[in-house]
């Protein structure tokens, strides 16, 4: 019996959809100029780990957002782009990206689907003109049959391309770590009683920035990394010397993967952050008031803040296949 | 040209007074028609030649323009009687290098006599900030920054002797939409009612504009090369925008 070759039991395609998680507010993005549909994912899944888009060929956003990183950089401070280019900029995770109104740590980037052409163009990322990537998908099947089954016709256009890498990126969540089924009471989910202790030193300490349900309130400020800032941050968007050295707040879910950790990629650990806001906090200029006198941590309240930091890994969303390079 | 142009405007209301009925039947809001807008480029007065020509500044100073593109949004149209009308989607890229783009035609207009013109030099707020955009706005055409959304209003790129940048560029992006810096100007003019713009189902009339590219340099703040050569959005381009506010069009002449 040679039926059940496998590629013959094809299971029925399952549906991509948006979902919001019940203990999250409502998206800013909602694809309502943007209809979702599972072409569209398809193909912006395809673009996003195609490496030919870039100019020597070698990166693709797959390179420097890595699944298992929640799409982080993992093993890179500053991303890497082509010819071996060193950015400036830790590369930071991609999911619910759709509840965030800035992207970028200086918030320069206003729009979801505009946020990847800073990496085509810039000659430090991929390092090409969107010309180029258009006219090599013109020529290259099977894309002009995967943007016409995306957007009925074979017509390929910046608009096009950002539009299918939006449907990818936005519908990426990650809203089923263990804190996020305890907070829905679900089927018994509870902390152990020092991911407890945890999340209240959390809540008394860190979360005034790292505000739940996305662990940041999406603002500008200075955590005291370094006395003078090499990086301007949020001032070179702003113009404003009171925003210099400042950055969003970054978001802690699947902090367990996306090191390294900070702007710049500074710190390798855990333990380095806590240690940075236990004794390593700079009188910089700009340093948010409520870090005037860093936070002191004890040995065992930093174990318990890291149990429950890890409570924010979502291991479906950094599994599922729906999202990897297939 | 200057005396047959007074003579057409003189003549104008003469045939249109002793034309037939039909004219009235078309200045009918529910019917729609186009015009056109030729924007010629200059320089003080003089032909704009992109690389080859040299220039001069309020200041005095020497330089050559090799890009010179800007934005044309929301056109808005008003009547003597105080009704106006926004052209949606008006969003024209008019660039010096490429011909075409300096004749734009404006469709969707309802047939009427209009006696004034308003344009955003630039791109309103909202586009700024909006998805993925396509036709002008396409960032394809170099006229968006990918590190801080919004587009570039006016690009400027040359050279001068006085430049102190490398290889003496000047760079001139102006653009921004946040206060302090929000570099979004709108132009108007009124247009002498004897010669109305005449939007017709029959008749599409042309709007010649004069642009002079030295007004960025000049108007509130003379600008010496010197000291201001490279600005992408900020304090140096709300100077720069101040300028061209006032001088960078100058409506010439209509032809119905």
Same mark, same amino acid.
């Given at each position: 019996?040679? $039926?059940?070759?496998? %590629?013959?039991?094809?299971?029925?395609?399952?549906?991509?959809?948006?979902?919001?998680?019940?203990?999250?507010?409502?998206?800013?993005?909602?694809?309502?100029?943007?209809?979702?549909?599972?072409?569209?994912?398809?193909?912006?899944?395809?673009?996003?780990?195609?490496?030919?888009?870039?100019? %020597?060929?070698?990166?693709?956003?797959?390179?420097?957002?890595?699944?298992?990183?929640?799409?982080?950089?993992? %093993?890179?401070?500053?991303?890497?782009?082509?010819?071996?280019?060193?950015?400036?900029?830790?590369?930071?995770?991609?999911?619910?990206?759709?509840?965030?109104?800035?992207?970028?740590?200086?918030?320069?980037?206003?729009?979801?689907?505009?946020?990847?052409?800073?990496?085509?163009?810039?000659?430090?990322?991929?390092?090409?003109?969107?010309?180029?990537?258009?006219?090599?998908?013109?020529?290259? $099947?099977?894309?002009? %049959?995967?943007?016409?089954?995306?957007?009925?016709?074979?017509?390929?256009?910046?608009?096009?391309?950002?539009?299918?890498?939006?449907?990818?990126?936005?519908?990426?969540?990650?809203?089923?770590?263990?804190?996020?089924?305890?907070?829905?009471?679900?089927?018994?989910?509870?902390?152990?009683?020092?991911?407890?202790?945890?999340?209240?030193?959390?809540?008394?300490?860190?979360?005034?920035?790292?505000?739940?349900?996305?662990?940041?309130?999406?603002?500008?400020?200075?955590?005291?990394?370094?006395?003078?800032?090499?990086?301007?941050?949020?001032?070179?968007?702003?113009?404003?010397?009171?925003?210099?050295?400042?950055?969003?707040?970054?978001?802690?879910?699947?902090?367990?993967?996306?090191?390294?950790?900070?702007?710049?990629?500074?710190?390798?650990?855990?333990?380095?952050?806590?240690?940075?806001?236990?004794?390593?906090?700079?009188a910089s200029a700009n340093l948010d008031s409520k870090l005037k006198n860093g936070i002191p941590l004890n040995a065992s309240e930093k174990e318990q803040i890291k149990a429950f930091l890890?409570?924010?890994?979502?291991?479906?969303?950094?599994?599922?296949?729906?999202?990897?390079?297939? | 040209?200057?005396?047959?142009?007074?003579?057409?405007?003189?003549?104008?209301?003469?045939?249109?007074?002793?034309?037939?009925?039909?004219?009235?039947?078309?200045?009918?809001?529910?019917?729609?028609?186009?015009?056109?807008?030729?924007?010629?480029?200059?320089?003080?007065?003089?032909?704009?030649?992109?690389?080859?020509?040299?220039?001069?500044?309020?200041?005095?100073?020497?330089?050559?323009?090799?890009?010179?593109?800007?934005?044309?949004?929301?056109?808005?149209?008003?009547?003597?009687?105080?009704?106006?009308?926004?052209?949606?989607?008006?969003?024209?890229?008019?660039?010096?290098?490429?011909?075409?783009?300096?004749?734009?035609?404006?469709?969707d207009v309802p047939t009427g006599d209009y006696t004034k013109i308003e344009y955003t030099i630039g791109v309103d707020y909202a586009r700024n900030f909006a998805g993925a955009q396509t036709?002008?706005?396409?960032?394809?055409?170099?006229?968006?920054?990918?590190?801080?959304?919004?587009?570039?209003?006016?690009?400027?790129?040359?050279?001068?002797?006085?430049?102190?940048?490398?290889?003496?560029?000047?760079?001139?992006?102006?653009?921004?939409?946040?206060?302090?810096?929000?570099?979004?100007?709108?132009?108007?003019?009124?247009?002498?009612?004897?010669?109305?713009?005449?939007?017709?189902?029959?008749?599409?009339?042309?709007?010649?504009?004069?642009?002079?590219?030295?007004?960025?340099?000049?108007?509130?703040?003379?600008?010496?090369?010197?000291?201001?050569?490279?600005?992408?959005?900020?304090?140096?381009?709300?100077?720069?925008?101040?300028?061209?506010?006032?001088?960078?069009?100058?409506?010439?002449?209509?032809?119905?």
């Amino acid at each position: 019996m040679y $039926a059940c070759r496998k %590629d013959e039991i094809k299971p029925e395609e399952a549906k991509i959809t948006f979902a919001i998680p019940s203990n999250f507010p409502a998206p800013a993005y909602n694809f309502e100029d943007n209809q979702l549909t599972n072409a569209g994912f398809a193909l912006g899944k395809k673009l996003f780990y195609d490496a030919r888009l870039s100019a %020597d060929k070698s990166v693709s956003c797959g390179s420097c957002h890595q699944q298992f990183a929640a799409f982080a950089n993992l %093993d890179h401070k500053v991303s890497h782009g082509v010819n071996n280019c060193q950015g400036k900029r830790n590369a930071p995770p991609l999911f619910n990206l759709a509840w965030q109104k800035a992207f970028f740590w200086d918030g320069g980037v206003k729009n979801i689907e505009t946020s990847p052409l800073n990496a085509i163009t810039d000659a430090c990322e991929m390092g090409t003109d969107i010309e180029a990537i258009i006219a090599f998908l013109k020529s290259t $099947a099977p894309y002009p %049959d995967l943007f016409k089954q995306a957007f009925g016709s074979t017509d390929i256009n910046s608009q096009r391309i950002l539009k299918s890498i939006t449907q990818f990126t936005a519908v990426l969540v990650s809203g089923n770590s263990k804190y996020d089924r305890v907070m829905r009471k679900e089927s018994g989910a509870t902390f152990t009683s020092d991911e407890l202790a945890g999340y209240n030193l959390f809540k008394e300490k860190c979360s005034s920035c790292h505000t739940e349900p996305f662990f940041t309130d999406f603002s500008y400020r200075s955590n005291g990394l370094d006395l003078v800032s090499a990086d301007e941050g949020r001032s070179h968007i702003t113009g404003v010397n009171a925003d210099f050295g400042t950055f969003r707040v970054p978001t802690l879910r699947n902090i367990e993967y996306t090191g390294p950790y900070m702007h710049d990629g500074r710190f390798y650990s855990l333990d380095e952050v806590l240690e940075h806001y236990n004794s390593g906090v700079k009188a910089s200029a700009n340093l948010d008031s409520k870090l005037k006198n860093g936070i002191p941590l004890n040995a065992s309240e930093k174990e318990q803040i890291k149990a429950f930091l890890k409570t924010l890994t979502d291991n479906e969303f950094i599994k599922n296949t729906l999202y990897n390079e297939s | 040209m200057k005396i047959s142009q007074y003579l057409l405007a003189l003549l104008c209301p003469i045939i249109l007074l002793s034309s037939c009925k039909k004219s009235n039947d078309e200045i009918n809001p529910n019917t729609k028609s186009s015009f056109t807008i030729e924007f010629e480029h200059q320089v003080n007065g003089a032909a704009l030649a992109l690389n080859t020509t040299t220039y001069k500044n309020a200041k005095g100073e020497d330089f050559k323009i090799n890009v010179f593109k800007y934005y044309v949004s929301n056109i808005k149209l008003s009547k003597t009687d105080g009704t106006t009308y926004l052209v949606p989607e008006s969003y024209f890229l008019i660039d010096e290098l490429k011909s075409v783009s300096k004749l734009i035609t404006v469709n969707d207009v309802p047939t009427g006599d209009y006696t004034k013109i308003e344009y955003t030099i630039g791109v309103d707020y909202a586009r700024n900030f909006a998805g993925a955009q396509t036709g002008a706005l396409d960032p394809i055409n170099g006229m968006f920054w990918t590190w801080n959304s919004g587009y570039i209003f006016v690009k400027l790129e040359g050279t001068s002797p006085q430049s102190t940048a490398a290889n003496n560029m000047l760079t001139f992006h102006i653009g921004g939409v946040v206060d302090p810096s929000n570099t979004i100007r709108t132009y108007s003019t009124e247009i002498n009612a004897a010669n109305p713009l005449r939007v017709r189902t029959d008749a599409k009339p042309d709007m010649h504009f004069i642009v002079n590219a030295a007004a960025l340099f000049t108007g509130t703040t003379d600008i010496s090369f010197a000291t201001l050569n490279f600005t992408m959005g900020g304090a140096n381009s709300v100077i720069v925008a101040n300028n061209y506010a006032k001088g960078l069009f100058r409506l010439d002449h209509i032809h119905n």
